[in-house]
């Protein structure tokens, strides 16, 4: 399986700390994307990085890529209140097809 | 900015009942997809669709799916006959590009109930 693995599960930490969040996956890739998830709603993309990247950067997230070790991680920095949520990790094919395989996600509390 | 719209938000059924699935995709996008999520579980693929053809599907499609453009905005499920199984929330999904490696943007999700 190719599906992608988060770690950790779960996470809780205070507003103003900074959060980071580990996927690992199985197979090659074309690319990764971090996507969040408030509870029981829709899926927010966040962030692609390509698999001859090696970071990304958008606003307060940096995303890292290490294809050798097949493993990305996912750093929130100066976290608010409001990043609470789940956040998963998704690959595609390295054949080129499309369908993501996501992970199972970390769950994030910040704490006010 | 563009955003993939879904209906119903939410949808309750009986076993044995036909249901579809609505989504308008973001309207320049290319490929269309979707995805479920059963409570407390990953997301997992469904199908993909492009140029008025599945492209790709999972072993869960199988023939109790289908999906249809029917018109140059609607992408559509079809669940033929539910299962309490298909109880999950349903993603459809869209990107821009024909090549691997686009952003898929996803809609807000219809939250399906089979009783």
């Known amino acids: 399986s190719q599906q992608g693995e988060e770690d950790p599960q779960a996470l809780s930490i205070q507003e103003g700390e900074n959060a980071t969040m580990n996927c690992s996956y199985k197979?090659?890739?074309?690319?990764l994307q971090w996507y969040r998830q408030n509870s029981g709603r829709g899926l927010v993309h966040l962030i692609l990085?390509?698999?001859?990247?090696r970071e990304k950067h958008s606003g307060r997230l940096r995303v890292t890529l290490d294809t050798s070790k097949k493993s990305s991680s996912l750093l929130i920095t100066a976290s608010r209140a409001a990043d609470t949520a789940s956040y998963f990790c998704?690959?595609?094919?390295?054949?080129?097809?499309?369908?993501?395989?996501f992970g199972t996600g970390t769950r994030l509390t910040v704490i006010p | 900015e563009p955003e993939v719209t879904q209906t119903p938000s939410h949808q309750v059924t009986q076993m044995g009942q036909e249901v579809i699935l609505r989504c308008v995709p973001i309207?320049?996008?290319?490929?269309f997809y979707w995805y479920r999520q059963i409570l407390g579980q990953k997301v997992e693929f469904l199908v993909s669709f492009y140029n008025n053809e599945i492209s790709e599907k999972s072993e869960i499609f199988d023939d109790q799916f289908s999906v249809e453009r029917p018109d140059g905005s609607n992408f559509t499920l079809k669940i033929r006959s539910t299962k309490l199984e298909d109880s999950a929330m349903y993603f459809c999904?869209?990107?821009?590009?024909?090549?691997?490696?686009?952003?898929?943007?996803f809609g807000p999700g219809t939250r399906l109930l089979v009783l």
């Open positions: 197979t090659s890739i074309n690319n």
């Open positions: 998704a690959t595609d094919a390295w054949t080129g097809a499309n369908n993501l395989f």
């Open positions: 999904a869209s990107s821009e590009g024909i090549l691997g490696g686009e952003t898929q943007y």
């Open positions: 990085i390509r698999s001859n990247e």
């Open positions: 309207s320049n996008h290319l490929y």
